[in-house]
């Protein structure tokens, strides 16, 4: 060895003294063979050199545990250095400095002020780094600066002075948040940044000498931007990784990597222009020609191939935040199809399929990955995600107890690994693993052991971990979860006011902290133009303080205000030994009362100031925002005016506004005391007034913003407190907010049914794959849908838009037919109270053919106070009823008998005539309101009248046709909400403006093209009534072959009728059945379908399948079903069918786009169902009644014939059929379509 070469040259010799530091185990020698590697340079030229020793001796420093000043002396002589260096303005003098300060920030660990400090330092110098760059490049190449901004960044060609030319090159340069979210650099730049023209001014391969390395520590600072609530700080480092990434590293997936990271961010802070423009590099991610490209030449080139994997994995990481599976999925192929590399990345492919698996929803799969996972000795922070992932699969299984006892063994693991080395890090593992641990003992009720109070004190200490390192806005998530689950135990009312003043000193606590985050944050980022996750979980905290206090406030104001009429009726000797009383309730009570006396001007303080500091926020924090004002002014106007002392300056105010000669004689003595306790009286009504007027616009801007955010539980909220405040005033507006109030929880009902629906379904299903994100999503309290999924699913389901709830209620009304009378029956949500209304008349809208003439029905609105165990009750009944027809029928189709009406079915009847009565007596409240806006029809508008009800989910279980008061209707029909309704009914205009899939010309060559065949005479349509037209009708009868009853009476029917149904198109018998699979195609394009069978549709159909279909065509849908033979029984026992009831297939086919769902209420024996058929066609063809009205008469058990005939022409006798009592109709949608 040349030993002359190491003594003369000092980069050689230090560069020895970094091998011995490698090669040797003892730690003493290392420690000393890098200082030595460090002082042996000590010339100029070799400063950079020096630099890169000191950081890989702060690296061992800091991986041993040595003391934090130590290693900051270190990293501040190593700064120094650079400082000293004379070219102030190199690059890579900006590269080291950033570089530095980072490792200082992560040296003084998170949460610091010192972190944050150095943070910031850090991402100051790698700003200043990028924006120097882009200038010296924009003076060389000043055209094509940026791509699709907002404005125009082209420096034009300026024959003037250079100041003037260097000035518009500085506006060229982004300087906002939204400027920099919207930059992208064109490749003419980028090129010129290769160029070695500009030296050391620029970033370049001569600047940057360890590119990979600074790409890596920007990605440490932009989360830890993101963690402390600096994002909007994360676009220029970002835009200096893109640079770094696409010339200096020359890695295309890496370029794609970072692109993605900035779509994530732009979505984090709303900047919706531009997440549309960086979405389009989605397309990019996963298995692309150039990742795949970049795979078969890796070997061969500078980038390895786990280095490529190592991309792939970061690509997968962003695309799962931003719930795009299927790219992610991609990825995850891609890496793998880098080679299995060490035993650490299998591990790490496995739990990342784990991970994937679970948010698929796939949880069996999700097991089996976690399972596969050895269990060997595993890094901290791989062990600690492991944990989570492995958590959250047994809590998504419902293995709830498991879940807490993993996190808890997690965690015990963790502790006992606590050293020096790496202590910062297990710290924050083991505050995240015990957050994670509380949270899922308070959410789940898996206590075991511990106490209410070991529990809180558990949360509170998982609260305190997270803020003391640094992870505030986790905390605002522990200290939600606290609060909840202290309200959430509670027996009596002091139990309930005890846990209120906790968790109200809990959430108070927290907004303190809040408050000091917001202050630190805003101090930082001047902006208000963006949205912060983590500052809009500081206001989701100080909005749940203002949210409880005005909880409590209302409990106070009610009782307040039914004291105060109670005071007005007793003397006042009673009002003082009530008041002596009073002092010896519980400390708590006195105390809570105490407070509530103040909370109204203090909570409309703090709401004033957050309105202030929430100018750009999402729509569910400002709806939220504004449903609170509302109520805080709704109480005050409560408390303002008692019920005796408002209806009191009522009559003051129109006293004073009469006649004012009652009022001359003021000289009197006796009219001054009235005068001025009627003045008192006005200006009180003033006063409230304004209150009422206030809560009003508060309100309806919270309704109208969570409507625009698809956040409907707020805008349920709203509406429901609109109503409240109008039903005594102005009955028209109440009903709009009454039937806005409905659709918002119908909605949200249909969204249950159509998650519920694709729990069986293939996840590479697109409707299911978005379902899952919606799911996964769902806690921010907006559904909104990423674009990804939204455009595809605009055009290839219809489920979205039935979800949907119009910001203009009013308008909705409009467009129904003249001749519909909508009736509300809504219960609140917890069931306490039954709102009803008759709904202002409909003027007629643009309804098809001759309108009927109008009848006046004026608005009426009533709210009534319930039982919530009388429903369940009445449901019980109603359900244990179908329960036991079913099984009765079931049994006589097992033994082989026929539905004759037996006398075992006699006590059936009884019971249903019981529901029937009961159902009466407990709407009667509501009802007997109603009926007096009912309109009074004579016998010829009784043909025409269509009475919609649109009833909840508890009250459409029920025989709502049955009911006494619409037995005059010769059309009732039900439906979920008005905003359902109006859907259908525009889905039906829509497609009678662009046509269906088959015009009607088309439908005449197809009736030409069948010989011997006559089209239908043409029928006319009654007035209010809409045409579907008899040559597009399909039909399915018996397709197992399972009962010839069925069959036969399709066939005579069809034959019987047969100048109707010559173009019907359909399958009876098992031979003529669609093959699995074939549905859609069978349903495609109908205007109206026939569905007679056994069993049910769900039987034959899965429900995920009935929900992804595309019904939007079929306007009309009768299905005649749930009857049973021995055959059908045995089919479906081995075939395990779906069994769902009939609201819940009523939704189903709703969402799938039908207009109208025509179905038994109770199961019907086959031969039941045979003679509906006849019965049914012979209302819609021979008589040309409405679907509505066709199933109102089968109710009503007219023109059904009391023996089955032998053809259809055989009903002279009139007689009813006396079964059809149990065998009722409902009728869901539109009731005025008309076969025509």
């Keep these: 060895m040349d030993f002359v070469k190491y003594i003369n040259d000092e980069k050689e ?183 070695s023209v500009l030296e050391s001014s620029a970033i370049s391969l001569e600047t940057i000498l360890n590119p990979r390395l600074s790409f890596d520590v920007l990605s440490s600072l932009i989360d830890s931007l993101q963690d402390v609530g600096l994002t909007p700080l994360c676009f220029p480092l970002l835009t200096l990784q893109q640079v770094l990434a696409s010339r200096l590293i020359g890695l295309k997936p890496l370029s794609v990597f970072v692109s993605l990271k900035i779509l994530k961010i732009c979505q984090d802070l709303h900047l919706l222009k531009a997440a549309d423009y960086w979405s389009e590099y989605v397309k990019l991610a996963g298995l692309t020609a150039d990742t795949t490209a970049s795979i078969k030449v890796a070997a061969a080139t500078k980038h390895s ?20 599976y299927p790219m992610a999925r991609q990825c995850l192929e ?112 898996q206590h075991g052991d511990l106490t209410r109070t070991e529990i809180s004190s558990l949360l509170h200490e998982s609260t305190a971990r997270l803020v003391k390192v640094g992870h505030v806005s986790n905390a605002f998530d522990v200290t939600r979860i606290h609060a909840k689950y202290l309200l959430h135990y509670r027996s009596n009312e002091t139990s309930m006011h005890q846990a209120q003043l906790e968790a109200r000193c809990l959430l108070e606590a927290a907004c303190e902290v809040a408050d000091g985050f917001l202050q630190e944050v805003f101090s930082v980022v001047k902006s208000n133009d963006v949205q912060i996750p983590a500052v809009l979980k500081a206001m989701q905290i100080k909005l749940d303080h203002c949210s409880l206090s005005l909880e409590m406030l209302e409990m106070w104001t009610k009782n307040f205000v039914k004291q105060s009429v109670e005071k007005s009726k007793k003397d006042l000797v009673q009002v003082i030994l009530e008041e002596y009383t009073e002092r010896e309730k519980p400390e708590s009570v006195i105390e809570w009362n105490h407070l509530c006396r103040t909370l109204g001007d203090a909570t409309l303080c703090n709401l004033l100031n957050i309105e202030k500091q929430m100018k750009h926020c999402t729509p569910a924090l400002k709806s939220r925002l504004y449903l609170l004002l509302g109520k805080c002014k709704r109480l005050a106007y409560m408390k303002e005016t008692p019920q005796e002392e408002s209806s009191r300056a009522t009559r003051a105010v129109q006293y004073s506004t009469g006649s004012q000669s009652e009022d001359l004689d003021c000289g009197s003595n006796a009219h001054k005391v009235p005068s001025m306790e009627k003045f008192k009286m006005v200006k009180q009504f003033i006063i409230s007034q304004q209150l009422l007027i206030d809560a009003s616009n508060h309100l309806q801007e919270a309704c109208s913003i969570a409507l625009d955010g698809k956040c409907l539980e707020i805008a349920a909220i709203a509406a429901l407190d609109l109503f409240d405040l109008h039903y005594n005033y102005d009955e028209k507006l109440a009903g709009i907010y009454l039937a806005l109030y409905q659709s918002c929880q119908a909605s949200r009902v249909l969204y249950d049914t159509l998650q519920g629906s694709m729990k069986n379904a293939p996840t590479t299903t697109l409707l299911s794959t978005a379902m899952q994100v919606l799911l996964n999503t769902s806690s921010s ?85 319930t039982d919530a165990k009388r429903l369940e009750a009445l449901l019980s009944h109603a359900r244990q009823l179908t329960e036991q027809l079913d099984k009765y029928l079931q049994q006589s189709a097992y033994h082989g008998q026929t539905f004759v009406m037996p006398d075992e079915i006699s006590s059936l009847l009884l019971e249903y005539n019981e529901l029937i009565n009961a159902t009466d007596t407990y709407l009667q409240p509501v009802i007997s309101r109603l009926s007096k806006a009912l309109p009074s029809v004579d016998a010829e508008q009784r043909e025409e009248e269509c009475v919609v009800l649109l009833a909840d989910g508890y009250l459409l279980e029920l025989p709502l046709e049955k009911l006494q008061a619409f037995d005059v209707y010769s059309s009732v029909s039900r439906d979920f909400s008005l905003q359902v309704l109006h859907h259908r009914l525009m889905s039906m205009r829509k497609d009678g403006r662009k046509g269906s899939g088959r015009s ?78 074939a549905w859609e195609a069978v349903l495609a394009d109908r205007k109206a379908f026939f569905y007679c069978g056994l069993e049910g549709l769900a039987a034959e159909v899965a429900p995920f399948k009935i929900t992804q279909l595309a019904l939007k065509e079929c306007l009309l849908m009768i299905l005649l079903d749930q009857g049973h033979t021995r055959e059908s029984l045995l089919r479906t026992s081995r075939s395990h069918a779906s069994s769902v009831d009939t609201v819940t297939l009523a939704r189903m086919l709703t969402i799938a786009g039908v207009g109208c769902v025509t179905l038994n209420y109770l199961p019907a024996s086959p031969a039941q169902n045979a003679t509906h058929i006849q019965a049914l066609m012979t209302e819609l063809l021979e008589n040309c009644r409405s679907a509505g009205q066709a199933t109102q008469q089968l109710n009503l058990g007219m023109l059904v014939p009391d023996q089955t005939p032998d053809s259809p022409g055989q009903q002279g006798s009139g007689t009813a059929y006396r079964a059809s009592a149990c065998a009722a109709f409902i009728c869901y949608g539109l009731p005025n379509l008309v076969l025509s």
């Design 13 to 195: 010799l230090s560069a020895l003294w970094k091998m011995v530091a490698i090669a040797t185990s003892d730690k003493l020698w290392q420690f000393n063979a890098l200082q030595k590697a460090v002082s042996a340079l000590r010339a100029p030229t070799s400063c950079w050199l020096k630099v890169d020793y000191i950081f890989d001796l702060v690296d061992w420093l800091q991986a041993e545990g040595f003391p934090v000043n130590t290693i900051t002396q270190q990293l501040q002589w190593a700064i120094s250095i650079v400082i000293d260096v004379q070219d102030e303005t190199c690059s890579r003098q900006l590269d080291y400095l950033m570089r530095a300060n980072a490792l200082i920030a992560s040296v003084h660990g998170f949460g610091t002020d010192q972190h944050r400090q150095h943070l910031l330092l850090a991402v100051g110098f790698a700003t200043k780094l990028i924006k120097m760059s882009l200038k010296a490049a924009t003076m060389t190449a000043p055209e094509n600066m940026r791509v699709k901004a907002v404005k125009s960044t082209t420096v034009p060609h300026d024959s003037k002075s250079g100041a003037i030319l260097q000035k518009k090159i500085s506006e060229a340069i982004p300087s906002t948040t939204i400027e920099w979210a919207e930059f992208a650099i064109s490749d003419d730049v980028l090129d010129v940044l290769d160029n």
């Design 305 to 324: 191939l786990p280095e490529l994997q190592e991309v792939m994995l970061m690509q997968m990481d962003v695309l799962t935040e931003l719930n795009y």
């Design 334 to 445: 891609a890496a793998a199809s880098c080679g299995s590399g060490t035993t650490l990345m299998q591990e790490r492919l496995l739990l990342k399929r784990a991970r994937l698996a679970l948010l698929e929803g796939i949880i069996p799969d999700a097991f089996g990955y976690l399972n596969a996972i050895p269990k060997t000795k595993k890094s901290k922070k791989f062990f600690a995600e492991y944990i989570t992932v492995y958590a959250d699969t047994l809590l998504a299984a419902g293995e709830c107890s498991q879940a807490a006892r993993a996190i808890a063994d997690g965690i015990k693991a963790l502790v006992a690994k606590h050293s020096g080395m790496e202590a910062q890090q297990l710290d924050i593992l083991i505050a995240t693993l015990s957050a994670k641990h509380a949270c899922v003992i308070a959410q789940t009720a």
């Design 781 to 865: 309290g907006e559904r909104t849908m990423p674009k990804l999924y939204s455009d595809e699913l605009e055009q290839k389901h219809h489920a979205f838009r039935v979800l949907e709830v119009s910001s203009q209620p009013s308008l909705l009304l409009r467009d129904l037919p003249s001749n519909f009378t909508v009736i509300i029956l809504q219960h609140s949500a917890d069931r306490s109270y039954l709102y009803g209304g008759v709904l202002e008349k409909p003027s007629g809208g643009k309804a098809v053919g001759k309108q009927p003439a109008e009848t006046s029905t004026q608005p009426i609105m009533c709210k009534v106070e």
């Design 1000 to 1077: 009607e010309s088309q439908n005449k060559k197809k009736v030409d093209k069948k010989a011997g065949t006559k089209s239908a005479p043409g029928r006319a349509v009654a007035a209010g009534c809409l045409p579907v037209p008899l040559a597009d009708v399909g039909y399915l009868a018996d397709m197992h072959a399972e009962c010839p009853t069925i069959a036969d009476a399709m066939r005579t029917t069809l034959n019987h009728y047969h100048q109707y149904t010559a173009n019907w198109e359909g399958f009876i018998g098992i031979a003529e059945r669609p093959a699995a699979g």
